[in-house]
């Protein structure tokens, strides 16, 4: 269970988490991150938080996507981050590879969004947009009310589900119906519902129409090879408009170059995301 002495800690600005009851963000990790009995929970660099899950140390990355109308930034996504027993760096993908039965990675991916939550909203106003994972493997669950448990703990602290956006890899779900339901129940709860890496593996205008999701992010192999290729770039502007057609909004990513954010706002993108504007990093 989470310890509430690794808790005691005092975040660099006042914390959004504190209750009318007057729970404290720690009382919140402690309450919510228990009821997943993970393992302790500390404060690390920039007085953020890091959780013991399964053998790994969980914390967070976030990464800024700007309005590609002024480049101000609009959102952040919630990177996870993770290191084992001896300190060594691990992937996200790696993780869920070891995690082994559905329970333990509905509970890790549960996890990692409270975490996210609580790194992003201690540093941040109670109104500024997020972007969270959510694996497949949870997506592809019938047996829950997908968003009831984070919109209930989101409610509980005073935040709203309508500042979070849920992130899904629809090309990686075998299972329409599952997704296609998990879809409509994180909507019915509040939540905004993005469709990642567009124009990756099997990604189709019919999922996206069928879905009707708020946004979808451009796979970032399609904007580095319209930096480069004429048919590409001719192409790149046709999906964007079908997209705005499909009445989401579009997030290019994958902007490392200049010419490459030049591609995304000639071709209508309405957000952009990568390196060129920042590193994913543990402070907003």
Same mark, same amino acid.
């Given at each position: 269970?989470?310890?509430? =002495?690794?808790?005691?800690?005092?975040?660099?600005?006042?914390?959004?988490?504190?209750?009318?009851?007057?729970?404290?963000? @720690?009382?919140?990790?402690?309450?919510?991150?228990?009821?997943?009995?993970?393992?302790?929970?500390? !404060?690390?660099?920039?007085?953020?938080? *890091?959780?013991?899950? !399964?053998?790994?140390?969980?914390?967070? !990355?976030?990464?800024?996507?700007?309005?590609?109308?002024?480049?101000?930034?609009?959102?952040?996504?919630?990177?996870?981050?993770?290191?084992?027993?001896?300190?060594?760096?691990? *992937?996200?993908?790696?993780?869920?590879?070891?995690?082994?039965?559905?329970?333990?990675?509905?509970?890790?991916?549960?996890? !990692?969004?409270?975490?996210?939550?609580?790194?992003?909203?201690?540093?941040?106003?109670?109104?500024?947009?997020? $972007?969270? &994972?959510?694996?497949?493997?949870?997506?592809?669950?019938?047996?829950?009310?997908?968003?009831?448990?984070?919109?209930?703990?989101? @409610?509980?602290?005073?935040?709203?589900?309508?500042? /979070?956006? %849920?992130?899904?890899?629809?090309?990686? %779900?075998?299972? $329409?119906?599952?997704?296609?339901? @998990?879809?409509?129940?994180?909507?019915?709860?509040?939540?905004?519902?993005?469709?990642?890496?567009?124009?990756?593996?099997? *990604?189709?205008? =019919?999922?996206?129409?069928?879905? &009707?999701? =708020?946004?979808?992010?451009?796979?970032?192999?399609?904007?580095?090879?319209?930096?480069?290729?004429?048919?590409?770039?001719?192409?790149?502007?046709? /999906?964007?408009?079908?997209?705005?057609?499909?009445?989401?909004?579009?997030?290019?990513?994958?902007?490392?170059?200049? %010419?490459?954010?030049?591609? @995304?706002?000639?071709?209508?993108?309405?957000?952009?995301?990568?390196?060129?504007?920042?590193?994913?990093?543990?402070?907003?």
């Amino acid at each position: 269970m989470v310890q509430a =002495d690794a808790l005691a800690y005092v975040p660099r600005t006042r914390s959004p988490f504190q209750s009318q009851a007057g729970e404290t963000q @720690a009382d919140f990790l402690n309450r919510q991150l228990g009821r997943l009995a993970l393992g302790p929970c500390r !404060a690390g660099p920039e007085r953020l938080l *890091s959780c013991d899950f !399964a053998g790994f140390a969980l914390s967070s !990355a976030f990464q800024p996507i700007l309005d590609a109308r002024n480049r101000t930034t609009y959102a952040h996504e919630a990177l996870l981050r993770a290191r084992d027993g001896v300190e060594q760096a691990v *992937s996200p993908v790696e993780i869920f590879e070891r995690i082994s039965g559905a329970e333990d990675g509905r509970r890790l991916d549960r996890a !990692a969004r409270l975490i996210h939550v609580a790194n992003f909203y201690a540093q941040t106003e109670p109104q500024s947009r997020l $972007f969270l &994972n959510v694996h497949g493997r949870h997506i592809e669950k019938r047996d829950v009310a997908h968003g009831e448990f984070f919109a209930a703990a989101l @409610a509980g602290q005073g935040l709203s589900a309508s500042a /979070i956006t %849920i992130e899904i890899l629809e090309s990686s %779900i075998e299972d $329409f119906d599952a997704l296609g339901s @998990a879809v409509e129940s994180y909507k019915a709860f509040g939540f905004r519902v993005a469709i990642d890496d567009f124009g990756a593996r099997h *990604s189709n205008f =019919d999922r996206v129409w069928r879905l &009707n999701p =708020d946004y979808v992010k451009i796979d970032r192999g399609l904007v580095v090879e319209a930096a480069t290729n004429a048919r590409a770039r001719r192409v790149l502007p046709k /999906i964007i408009e079908i997209v705005h057609d499909l009445d989401a909004r579009v997030v290019c990513e994958g902007i490392e170059q200049e %010419i490459h954010e030049q591609v @995304a706002i000639d071709s209508g993108a309405d957000f952009l995301q990568g390196y060129l504007y920042g590193r994913p990093n543990a402070a907003v």
